[in-house]
């Protein structure tokens, strides 16, 4: 891989890093105006980073080690996947054969070590919202294996890059249909990963029926300010593959090709923003319903392909 | 010409006697179902006369199984109209227009099916027929004939639904092929260039949708709940109008797949239908409570001996043929005996009758000549018809076929004779006296008892010539 | 580049999953009234001209399919006062994966039937899909009124397998067809109705009061 390809594909992730945070501000402000008000300006999430990396941390004496390393595990697993996508169209700076499965491995890990951490602090609220998204994962995963398969049968590559990269391009002409539905279960799996309406509303302060948010009650300070952070990247992440799939980028300079990027990611957002406003969020038990049906688009653009 | 006039005066007469005002059955009401069906029978036995005719670019015509499907139907129709006029004298509810007309409507559909030569055209009107008879098994407007309208409803849509789908593949596989699509006459003649895979298809489908209109096990489970709820005159005319067309339906789809050399592949499907319905019936009738689900039971395993015929070819297409007609006949009989029970008594379980006999003279031994009748007895035409289906089990070498068959019909004959014995033996309860039998009331069943037994004894010229043609149309031959 | 017909097809397939995966009634009679609308817009997509039969035929597909009985069917659940279809006999999720492994064998079947010289290579499959998915719905939902939904996709799944075969089945018995359902659906809403009137429940399998 040359020098000009590892150069664009930093810059990629550079702006996928920094943007991240806005992501969640652009939601807000979205349902904000559907709700008509201003809401909270965009950049929101950044002073919050900032007010918290300033405050103290308190831990609690039931936890251990494995509370204090979450937040670093979680950030440094969803970076480590940000490196496998192609996010600037073309390669990405790591790649290797089979690396969508590395890719979904790195996922699994970070919230791995965000479950474990909650469970840690001996807290049933904290062990009710683990065991909630381990349950929500367990449905999200063979959905997200199952657009990474359409994609792969559409453009016949095994590595993310070649699967998002040029090979995209060339499958859209033809399966156009297939893409779009894997494109639709992402978006699903979006809202559901990223603990959104109608999976988890995470406006809501209400112990009982939140997932995400219950997780992280403990944490505090600059490890609060990680997490938060590292949420927002997991957006940001799914954003950024839901774009990949989309929109495919090969023959753009790398300006416009950034320029793409970022706004299809702002265009995912209220998206979602739009989503959180015109729907109510599920009860627990049906949100298998919702990814179940998701998996049953990416399977129907399998079966597309397939014949 | 005549074929349409056959097909329009039900449908008139339905339309006026529906449209017309005074919700209540008016004698003028009843009037015209009946003189309508003496008109259609009188049009049917005029077809007899007249050389084959067609009409709509050869979409009706009136072949040998038609005519027969048809005059079957006309004659249990009009026994069963005259029967009307007495038992909507005496029944409560009284009924309605909705009644009559429903009536009418079914006599309208099972005609286009009859006379149907376009296989879709034969569709729609077996298909119309669910529906014309809907409101009569809701006649009661209860819970328990709601349940059976219900369950008929879902399973018979469901099954003529999947047999549209058939009739579509029937157009895939004729694809290509001269001739007018979906015309019988064209399918038969051009069957060998079908394309097998797509006529497979249809034929099952077409086996299992028609067959869930016949009542073919495992399909039959809409029949003795709606049997024993619908009024024992709908119950006439289902057991012996309606199932006949749909097995007419069966044959259909059965000569174009003989035709076109798939007898191999279609023979053990029917074999398998047919068994499993007479196995059914078997089971069902030991230890049976009530004289209408008995009667359904013995139609499922009669519509069992029908594709049984049907599937054995050569004499056991003749032998399915006749059955048709007798067992069309005695099903008639028996639920227009059970009407008049019911009436009588209120109830058809066998917990309420006891000694009919003597309670309800002519009615009680007409109930137990039809046990004799329907198990198959001699003098009865059934004895016949079951004897010719057996012997071509035995001539074609499927002695399991006829033993299994036998062994079926002694249980079914032991189940049945156990519990219209019962009712037509023993004590009556104390202080219930003889009833006078309307005439009205009995007509109906006398005669079409008397023609069951005619052809038990002897079958006229015509109607063996007509029989004999229908089965060599269906690829069988003649004893 | 994907054909509109082929885009329809696909669409009518995500309105089967979308009736398989709802509980809610009023959303199951929407995706069935947009189905119908599918279905009526589709002969105009397949025909090579537009000639009074189609023309014919796409009104009297939307009339019935996508306006009279949807109306009808969304009077029946008002006049029921029910919104969900509570505990189905086989799961929302394990229905939707039955649709979705009757999806893969519609492809694995139609892939091997003979083809005819059908002009749109996705339409025998997105028949066949349908009509599996109705008899699904119409199999494992209890509500009276679900059942109809599931026999009304059963219906339209044929409908699209009856499109390979316009030349060979006559506008007059289209119509017919078409009038034959209607008369299905209306008898079976009236009845349904009285089922509600009676049971105070659209369940059913309360109605089991009939049996050996």
Known sequence: MNHAHVGSSLAALAVLLVIAPALSGVVVRTKSAFAGRRGAPVGQLYWDLFKLMRKGTVYSTTTTWIFRAAPVVVLVSLTAASLLLPLDGQASPVQFSGDLIAFAGLLALGRFALVLA???????????????????????????????????????????????????????????????????????????????VPVDDPATHLELTMIHEVIVLDHSGPDLAVILYASSLKLALFAALIVEVAVPRDGLGLGWSLAAFAGGLLVVAMAVGVVESVMARLRLNRVPQLIVGAGALALFGIILLLR | MWLLALCLLPVAAAAVTGAAPSPRVTRW???????????????????????????????????????IVLTLTSVLFFATSVYTVGYLARATPRGGRVFVSGMLGFLAATTVVALSQ????????????????????????????????????????????????????????????????LILGDLTAHARELQPAWLRAAFVFLLVGFGTKMGLAPMHTWKPDTYGEAPALVGALMAGALTSCAFLGVARITQVTTAAGL???????????????????????????????????????????????????????????LHLVNNGLVKGWLFLVAGNVVLATGTSAAAGNRGLVRTLPVSGVLLVAGLFAVTGSPPFGLFLSEFTILRAAVDGGHLAIAVSTLVLL??????????????????????VRPVRESAWLLAGPLALAGLVLLLGVYIPGPVQATLARAAVALGGRVP | ??????????????????????????????????????????????????????????????????????????????????????EPVVGFIASLLLGALALALAFAISGRLPASDVREPVLIPAALATVMMGLIVLTTRRKALTQVVGYLMLENGIYLFGLTQTESVPFLLEVGVLLDIFAGVFIMGIVVFHINREFDSLDSARLSELKD
């Open chain 2, 263 to 321: 007898t191999a592949f279609v023979q053990p499907v029917l074999f398998a239908f047919g068994l499993l319905s007479l196995a059914t019936a078997a089971a069902f009738v030991i230890g049976q409570g009530d004289l209408k689900r008995l009667l359904a039971y013995s139609s499922v395993e009669h519509m069992g001996l029908l594709v049984l015929g049907l599937g054995l070819c050569g004499v056991g297409t003749y032998g399915a043929v």
């Open chain 2, 29 to 67: 009401r009843v009037g015209a179902l009946v003189g309508t069906a003496a008109v259609h029978l009188a049009l049917t036995a005029m077809l007899w006369r007249l050389p084959p005719q067609q009409a709509l670019n050869g979409w009706l015509g009136d072949d040998a199984l038609g005519t």
């Open chain 3, 1 to 86: 580049m994907q054909t509109t017909a082929e885009l329809l097809l696909l669409l009518v397939v995500l309105t089967d999953l979308a009736v398989l995966g709802t509980s809610r009634l009023r959303t199951c009679i929407r995706a069935v009234a947009a189905q119908g609308l599918l279905l009526g817009l589709l002969p105009l997509a397949l025909a090579s001209q537009v000639t009074v039969h189609v023309a014919g035929l796409a009104a009297g597909t939307v009339l019935v399919k996508a306006v009279v009985l949807p109306w009808f069917l969304l009077w029946a659940i008002r006049e029921a006062a029910v919104r969900r279809e509570v």
């Open chain 2, 118 to 181: 376009h296989l879709a055209m034969l569709w729609v009107g077996l298909e119309a027929t669910t529906f014309a008879v809907a409101p009569l098994i809701f006649h009661r407007h209860d819970r328990r004939s709601l349940e059976a309208v219900w369950k008929y409803l879902v399973l018979s849509s469901v099954g003529i639904a999947l047999a549209l789908l058939g009739i579509f593949f029937l157009a895939s596989a004729q694809h290509g092929v001269p001739g007018d699509p």
């Open chain 2, 410 to 431: 002694a249980i079914i004959f032991v189940g049945m004779a156990v519990l219209v014995m019962n009712m037509a033996l023993g004590e009556p309860a104390p202080g």
């Open chain 1, 118 to 196: 909650g469970l840690d602090t001996g807290s049933s609220f904290e062990g009710m919202g683990a065991s909630r998204e381990v349950t929500v994962a367990s449905f999200a995963e063979p959905v997200l294996f199952l657009g990474f398969l359409g994609l792969v049968l559409a453009t016949r590559r095994l590595t993310l890059s070649a699967m998002l990269g040029p090979a995209l391009t060339a499958a859209w002409a033809h399966q156009t249909a297939s893409l779009a539905l894997v494109a639709l279960a992402f978006f699903v799996l979006l809202l559901a990963e990223n603990s959104r």
